[in-house]
């Protein structure tokens, strides 16, 4: 089965950095696109950014407010995707999810969450 498992999360200060992790299985990493969400207290799940898949040719893409400063990538050897996170922001701080579409199903992991703080 499809699973999803997010690491890397944790408490920063504005301005720091963070590298989230999303291990993948139960399907053909390599051949899917990766994205993650966001979700703050209060709010809708936001889109944060997607990797489209290895063969598929396609770039990268990010919801505006956190383009230049995060960066999504993909190992595919380690079925691994992740979000580096700089210059971060109050306004970051969220439960972070990875997220899968296979077959016209979302897939989701259990979240990380990131809490951004003086």
């Known amino acids: 089965q499809v699973q999803l498992v997010e690491s890397g999360g944790g408490l920063v200060q504005p301005g720091g950095s963070l590298r989230l992790s999303c291990a993948a299985s139960?399907?053909?990493?390599?051949?899917?696109?990766m994205s993650w969400y966001r979700q703050a207290p209060g709010t809708e799940r936001e889109y944060v950014a997607r990797i489209p898949s290895t063969s598929s040719g396609g770039s990268t893409s990010y919801v505006d407010s956190v383009k230049d400063r995060f960066t999504i990538s993909r190992d595919n050897a380690k079925n691994t995707v992740y979000l580096q996170m700089n210059t971060l922001k109050p306004t970051d701080t969220a439960v972070y999810y990875c997220s899968v579409l296979i077959s016209g199903r979302r897939y989701w992991g259990q979240g990380t969450q990131v809490i951004v703080s003086s």
């Open positions: 139960g399907f053909t990493f390599s051949s899917r696109g």
